[in-house]
């Protein structure tokens, strides 16, 4: 049995240890210690790293009573790891801290959301970007921004969290969030006012400590509603980055920065209606283009201004222009797609020929086949001027 101490203290950083067990496979070296400060992977949340002795530790995970350490299975790690009596333990403490501001700040969203609406927290995800929790219940953007703004006028005003150890009997009178079935003596992490809930993850001892808790995204999720949210330093660095980027939109578009959301959708607007006079010139060129080639044997054009549903409404428009056929090609050498019309051929032979000849896909009806190949336009158009 492996002594805990995150339960003790969240902020302990290092501490020493005896290895009580040690075994490997080509990739890791598992320790087993008889106490540990490294926090293992549960609850959604990933584990702590850092070292022991001088060996680092990429993973730990619980397997019962037992905390087990992984370590990259190595020459000198192995002679670290069994030739110390006693192991110095240190705690990447800057993950181990932002990992607390998300897990503090999920507490207090997801006791919030439940205090509001009566939803409950059924998943929860604390991932390396993004921290994820899905509830069994619709909220709308009204509802969000409601939340963040308690969420967050609960961290200003730096309550206390507490760690409890409740006795069976206390426990059965106690109301709070579960998010397991947990077996032994439960753990419970009080935010006063706003949640309660059996937890086993360290988190920091005051809401101030979160600093800010920013609503990312909200969509719903298999009946409910999947929030996504950033605490602290990661809250911080995103808005940073979102201002940033924001800046150079209204840089670009010549606009303050509180209006670039109307700017971009004038330009888009514009954009629009550029490419819908676009496609009208596109089209009257090349069908220009086609008047020269009437009554030929063969049509075959190859051009870039073939987007779309162009390439098939060009190529059936325009294909008694020529005795056999009109192709189509639109793209650049080595991908291609085409669009083939006949007046009067059964084009599917031609379409099993042409597909086989240059790893080609796509068919079609008797007097119009259209697909994608690959090839150049000089061995294409030299296949198709002897069919």
């Given at each position: 049995m492996t002594e805990k101490l995150y339960y003790c203290d969240a902020y302990l950083t290092e501490f020493d240890c005896k290895v009580i067990n040690l075994y490997t496979d080509e990739k890791y070296i598992y320790v087993e210690t008889d106490r540990t400060a490294f926090f293992p992977e549960g609850g959604g949340q990933t584990s702590d790293r850092g070292w022991l002795g001088e060996a680092y530790v990429e993973n730990v995970q619980i397997d019962g009573e037992k905390i087990i350490h992984f370590v990259e299975n190595n020459e000198e790690n192995v002679k670290i790891l069994k030739n110390s009596t006693i192991l110095h333990g240190k705690i990447d403490m800057n993950k181990r801290f932002s990992d607390m501001q998300q897990h503090s700040g999920e507490h207090i969203v997801s006791g919030i959301v439940h205090n509001l609406y009566g939803y409950n927290n059924v998943g929860f995800h604390l991932g390396s970007e993004v921290v994820t929790l899905d509830f069994d219940g619709i909220l709308t953007n009204e509802d969000i921004c409601k939340v963040e703004n308690l969420v967050n006028k609960a961290i200003w005003d730096n309550l206390e969290i507490k760690v409890l150890y409740p006795t069976d009997e206390e426990l059965s009178s106690m109301k709070y969030r579960s998010k397991i079935e947990i077996e032994g003596q439960?753990?419970?992490?009080?935010?006063?006012?706003?949640?309660?809930?059996?937890?086993?993850?360290?988190?920091?001892?005051r809401t101030g400590e979160i600093g800010i808790v920013e609503?990312?995204?909200?969509?719903?999720?298999?009946?409910?509603?999947?929030?996504?949210?950033?605490?602290?330093?990661?809250?911080?660095?995103?808005?940073?980055?979102?201002?940033?980027?924001?800046?150079?939109?209204?840089?670009?578009?010549?606009?303050?920065?509180?209006?670039?959301?109307?700017?971009?959708?004038?330009?888009?607007?514009?954009?629009?209606?550029?490419?819908?006079?676009?496609?009208?010139?596109?089209?009257?060129?090349l069908y220009a283009k086609v008047e020269c080639t009437k009554n030929a044997e063969r049509v075959i054009i190859f051009d870039n201004r073939l987007e779309g549903k162009l390439l098939t409404e060009f190529t059936e428009a325009v294909k008694g222009n020529a005795k056999r056929f009109v192709a189509s090609f639109c793209g650049e050498d080595g991908a291609y797609r085409y669009c083939i019309a006949s007046k009067s051929m059964n084009l599917q032979p031609l379409a099993k020929k042409l597909n086989?000849?240059?790893?080609?896909?796509?068919?079609?009806?008797?007097?119009?086949i259209q697909g994608s190949l690959s090839g150049t336009e000089e061995e294409i158009r030299r296949f198709l001027e002897k069919e």
């Open positions: 439960v753990r419970i992490v009080e935010i006063p006012g706003v949640d309660v809930c059996a937890c086993c993850a360290p988190h920091v001892k609503i990312v995204n909200f969509e719903k999720y298999k009946g409910g509603t999947r929030v996504s949210i950033l605490c602290g330093e990661r809250a911080l660095l995103d808005i940073r980055h979102k201002l940033t980027e924001n800046r150079k939109i209204s840089v670009l578009t010549k606009t303050k920065p509180s209006e670039t959301a109307s700017a971009v959708e004038r330009l888009l607007k514009e954009k629009d209606k550029l490419k819908y006079e676009l496609v009208g010139a596109n089209r009257t060129i086989e000849a240059f790893s080609g896909k796509g068919g079609g009806r008797g007097e119009m």
